[in-house]
């Protein structure tokens, strides 16, 4: 892996400035044109691949700070198996604004001292995009008195996670103290205006989003996964394609930033959400292809085609589950 890297460097391709390494400060990627255009951010021409070893990648870059705007960053980190999990951060004027935490107290730990080589301000508002343990599961390690965004679906969710770990004995779900009201909410940062937007049930039924209107980036949380197969354990199939359709016309959006996976570049950004969608489409159409041949859930899962999908991270493992949800959507079986 690290062959790959410096062979990059001996062609004398120039670095992206943007990309910050686990330094905070080192240039990690070889790319060309980029920074000599003075674009700063993601790396482009890569392989479209959720996969760090296929993208050429060594994991000792991660975490790293993806810069996406001035006093805005993406943060990657690698959890289990081998993918990323991606935070935003937003630097205001008094205060840093969270997207997504990380899936240990360890790992957002390590996320807020990364965070502290970027600005001495305190974290003043979280905002929960995916009320999933891997993005919520150190959220222990959060300062008291933060400000929380999240919307009531996912609230309702905290709660019955955390009566559920006190009763099994597992660590404490934290739980925010009130939802937001409304599908929309916005918050001045001084640096800049965010908005948290709800644009139906996709991932998981509580998906929030935050937009930046200004610098057009929109972070979707886990209702974009690049390159990840759609995961739908708790997911609304049909509603999530309405989902990233209604992201994808959102004016003032050039910059889509996934929950999972690489951040891509503007352009590639958007045509790997349409992709994502596509596969969205796809599996719930070949689930219901199964459905219509009448077997029962296990044997028709063995039938699956998923075509090139099936090189996505996480296939083997999410296709039987997204079966069985598309099923109880078709049944009528999920929550209204
Ligand atoms: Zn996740």
């Known amino acids: 892996m690290t062959a790959i890297v410096s062979l990059r460097v001996s062609r004398g391709i120039l670095a992206v400035l943007g990309i910050l390494a686990s330094t905070g400060t080192l240039p990690l990627h070889a790319q060309s044109g980029a920074a000599a255009s003075g674009i700063s951010g993601p790396a482009t021409g890569l392989p479209r691949t959720a996969d760090p070893a296929v993208r050429g990648i060594p994991l000792s870059a991660f975490p790293r700070f993806v810069k996406l705007a001035d006093n805005v960053y993406g943060?990657?980190?690698?959890?289990?198996?081998?993918?990323?999990?991606?935070?935003?951060?937003?630097?205001?004027?008094?205060g840093v604004l969270i997207a997504d935490g990380q899936g240990s107290p360890a790992a957002t730990q390590t996320m807020l001292d990364r965070i502290r080589t970027l600005t001495p301000l305190?974290?003043?508002?979280?905002?929960?995009?995916?009320?999933?343990?891997?993005?919520?599961?150190?959220?222990?390690?959060l300062p008291?008195?933060?400000?929380?965004?999240?919307?009531?679906?996912?609230?309702?969710?905290?709660?019955?996670?955390?009566?559920?770990a006190a009763a099994a004995g597992r660590a404490a779900v934290i739980v925010p103290p009130r939802a937001m009201s409304g599908n929309e909410e916005t918050i001045n940062l001084g640096t800049t205006q965010v908005v948290m937007r709800f644009l139906g049930r996709?991932?998981?039924?509580?998906?929030?989003?935050?937009?930046?209107?200004?610098e057009q980036i929109l972070f979707m949380s886990e209702a974009y996964l690049n390159r990840v197969f759609p995961a739908m354990r708790s997911a609304y199939p049909s509603e999530w394609v309405a989902v990233a359709n209604a992201a994808l016309a959102l004016p003032n959006v050039r910059h889509f930033i996934p929950g999972h996976g690489f951040i891509e570049t503007p352009d590639v950004s958007r045509e790997e959400l349409v992709t994502f969608r596509d596969?969205?489409?796809?599996?719930?159409?070949?689930?219901?292809?199964?459905?219509?041949?009448?077997?029962?859930?296990?044997?028709?899962?063995k039938q699956a085609q998923w075509g090139a999908l099936s090189a996505w991270f996480l296939a083997e493992q999410q296709g039987p589950i997204a079966v069985r949800k598309v099923w109880e959507e078709l049944d009528g079986k999920l929550p209204r």
């Open 75 to 94: 943060y990657e980190e690698i959890r289990q198996p081998g993918f990323t999990t991606v935070s935003l951060v937003v630097i205001g004027r008094d």
């Open 279 to 301: 596969a969205i489409v796809q599996v719930n159409a070949e689930a219901k292809r199964l459905k219509g041949l009448g077997l029962p859930l296990a044997d028709a899962v």
């Open 202 to 214: 996709a991932h998981t039924g509580g998906d929030l989003m935050v937009h930046l209107p200004r």
């Open 144 to 164: 008291a008195g933060i400000t929380w965004v999240v919307h009531p679906n996912s609230l309702a969710q905290l709660k019955r996670d955390s009566a559920a």
């Open 122 to 141: 305190p974290i003043k508002w979280y905002v929960v995009g995916s009320d999933h343990g891997d993005h919520t599961a150190g959220n222990s390690v």
